[in-house]
């Protein structure tokens, strides 16, 4: 990455490096250091372990701050919502990180979604470790207040915060007064690859399925297809 893309980087961050030797590392995958061995920094775990303990104080000190009658659970909820991989990954694609990034060539090539998502996702965290060491905490907050935390009106708007399963088990119970339960129905494919279908019952009454490379991700699947089917 050239001079003029760290810039734009930062024009995009809205924050102005005082090291911009830290923003370079927290684009930094391992991958990339394989393959550049002479490459004079190291990659961005260690930021993205520190950036990622400054994203959830933030986020809880405004959470905590801001609604005070919330009981602890729903704010662990909404917490989740806001500092998951899947959130980050927005929030990359917004700043338009991936250009930046520092990967070997297999993983540039590679784009498989999910394990971008990951990639993208721990950058941010690591651009926010590398914002603290710089800037401190102040320019950090307004950062993550700006581009993580405004998102919070939309998942309590879908309720989001909810995962597939919490939200089909509250609407059954609601709706129905029954409490789900799920049934692996089919394991294929060899161990270190096994796909599983699970069934998703109301009682006796099946009401979709779901697949997944784990019993855990199969059941989330089932219960996303549950609540399309219900209109839940």
């Given at each position: ?110 784009k498989n979604k999910k394990s971008r998502q990951f990639i ?35 998942i309590l708007r879908s309720q989001s915060y909810l995962d ?69």
């Open positions: 990455m050239d001079n003029k893309a760290l810039t734009k980087l930062q024009q995009r961050l809205d924050i102005k490096f005082k090291n911009e030797q830290l923003l370079k590392q927290a684009l930094v995958h391992r991958s990339y250091l394989n393959e550049h061995p002479e490459f004079k920094l190291g990659h961005n775990e260690r930021l993205e372990f520190l950036g990622d303990a400054v994203l959830e104080i933030i986020v809880t000190e405004f959470l905590y701050l801001s609604f005070p009658d919330t009981p602890e659970g729903d704010m662990t909820n909404w917490r989740a919502s806001l500092v998951n991989s899947k959130m980050l990954y927005e929030v990359a694609r917004e700043l338009e990180v991936e250009s930046c990034l520092y990967l070997s060539k297999g993983e540039a090539r590679d993208l996702a721990d950058s941010v965290e690591a651009i926010i470790g590398a914002m603290y060491l710089d800037q401190g905490i102040g320019p950090v907050k307004k950062f993550i207040l700006k581009h993580v935390v405004s998102k919070l009106d939309d597939p399963k919490s939200h089909f088990q509250e609407k059954a119970q609601e709706v129905r007064g029954i409490t789900p339960h799920y049934q692996i129905l089919d394991e294929r494919g060899p161990d270190h690859a096994k796909i599983f279908t699970v069934g998703l019952y109301l009682d006796e009454e099946l009401i979709t399925t779901g697949e997944g490379s784990s019993k855990q991700e199969a059941q989330v699947a089932a219960a996303a297809q549950g609540i399309k089917k219900m209109s839940w």
